[in-house]
Each structure stands twice: as C-alpha cells, then as structure tokens.
C-alpha cells in the first residue's frame, strides 16, 4: 500500500500543506507518523477525498447555496455571521472558496467580497443593501 507525505498529499488534492496538516487534526484525513515523526496518508485516502472533493457539494455546501440563492447577493462576513450556528466560520470561507469558480460568481466591491448565484451578473443591477 502506497503512502505519502503531506506535502505529496497537499499537490495530489490541490490544496495547501496547512491544510493537509489541520484535515489530519481535525480526523478529516487519517494519517499516521512514520518513525521519523512525519505524517503519511494512505493512497486510498487520497483517492476518497478526490471523490469527495470533486462530486456533490457538501452539506455545508449546500446551505451556502442555498443561502447565497434566496439572498441574491452576500460578502463572506455577512455569511458567516448568518450561519455561525451550524458551520464554522473558517469552514465557511473555504466552502466559498470552492464554491466561487464553479458554483458561484464573486466580485470584489466596497471592500468586501460578494457572493451571488451563477445564473445572476454583477450588471444585472443586484443589491446587497435589500
């Protein structure tokens, strides 16, 4: 069975060895130490999180979405704030994150980043103040 390192692991997911390193404390990723003290990833677990990066969106995802689509339009903190009960505000800056290229469009307006539905552009005279 193949292993790798975080590093390898943090290029094979296309994500940041930081957070390779907190998926492993949080139990997100199972890891163990090698003798020398580093974190090895089995390839199956490798192989699980690119099938769950890359399919449905999460449930966290999904209340995002929904939340984004009955809103029109909203920055992160106004988001987090809205969720804070359910979702965690780190997570919810790294769901946007993902959800931003593929799920969502975003601009960057009055100091803040927006969030709005795919189907909307930023000209079609949206609001954040409604």
């Not at 677990?45 to 969106?57: A, D, T, V």
């Amino acid at each position: 069975m193949k292993k790798h390192t975080t590093g390898e692991a943090s290029k094979l997911l296309g994500v940041s060895f930081i957070t390779i390193k907190r998926w492993i404390y949080s139990g997100r990723i199972k890891a163990e130490k090698n003798d020398g003290g580093r974190w090895l990833i089995a390839d199956e677990e490798i192989q699980r999180l690119n099938r769950e990066m890359s399919g449905e969106p999460r449930e966290n995802d999904k209340k995002i979405l929904d939340l984004v689509s009955s809103k029109q339009v909203a920055y992160l903190r106004e988001l987090q704030v809205f969720l804070e009960e359910e979702i965690p505000h780190d997570e919810t800056y790294a769901a946007l994150k993902r959800l931003a290229p593929s799920r969502l469009n975003t601009r960057y307006e009055w100091d803040n980043r927006w969030y709005f539905p795919k189907d909307k552009q930023w000209s079609d005279g949206l609001d954040p103040c409604v």
